[in-house]
């Protein structure tokens, strides 16, 4: 089973249980409602135990699937991390190269001259034949009979 993930503006948005989910960025993209879809963010909260505990229960088991999880920091204290589908207004989008989810376009495609530095010479080195030691007897000549 996939996780599903609020759709929201803000972290407290995204902590309601009453929160929409969506399974995919398609999905968060066909509940957005005229925002635009930043990306899927993922926020660390570090609270109390028990206020983890409630946070959890208050989803209780009808809310979103996966999209919190319970860690522990070094001091032994709790951490919350909240993975969520982030609206913003369409004006406020982030150019791609800023984006997580989205690679930066390509650089425009110049002249390569990798060849020319690698493979200015064969690629093979040629092999010497070894003069032969005259005080070797040669096993395999063709002069030899019997």
């Given at each position: 089973?996939?996780?599903?993930?609020?759709?929201?503006?803000?972290?407290?948005?995204?902590?309601?249980?009453?929160?929409?989910?969506?399974?995919?960025?398609?999905?968060?993209?066909?509940?957005?409602?005229?925002?635009?879809?930043?990306?899927?963010?993922?926020?660390?909260?570090?609270?109390?135990?028990?206020?983890a505990d409630a946070l959890f229960k208050?989803?209780?088991?009808?809310?979103?699937?996966?999209?919190?999880?319970?860690?522990?920091?070094?001091?032994?204290?709790?951490?919350?991390?909240?993975?969520?589908?982030?609206?913003?207004?369409?004006?406020?989008?982030?150019?791609?190269?800023?984006?997580?989810?989205?690679?930066?376009?390509?650089p425009p495609l110049t002249d390569d001259?990798?060849?020319?530095?690698?493979?200015?010479?064969?690629?093979?080195?040629?092999?010497?034949?070894?003069?032969?030691?005259?005080?070797?007897?040669?096993?395999?000549?063709?002069?030899?009979?019997?």
């Open positions: 089973m996939s996780l599903a993930y609020p759709v929201a503006r803000s972290l407290e948005d995204a902590l309601k249980p009453d929160a929409p989910t969506a399974r995919s960025r398609r999905g968060a993209i066909s509940q957005a409602s005229g925002l635009a879809l930043e990306g899927l963010e993922t926020s660390w909260l570090h609270l109390p135990e028990a206020e208050a989803l209780g088991p009808d809310g979103a699937a996966g999209h919190l999880q319970r860690y522990e920091d070094t001091s032994g204290h709790t951490v919350v991390a909240v993975s969520w589908w982030k609206l913003v207004d369409p004006n406020n989008v982030r150019p791609p190269e800023k984006r997580a989810f989205e690679p930066a376009p390509p001259h990798t060849d020319d530095l690698y493979f200015r010479h064969g690629r093979t080195k040629t092999r010497r034949k070894k003069p032969t030691d005259p005080n070797q007897l040669d096993l395999f000549s063709k002069n030899l009979k019997g």
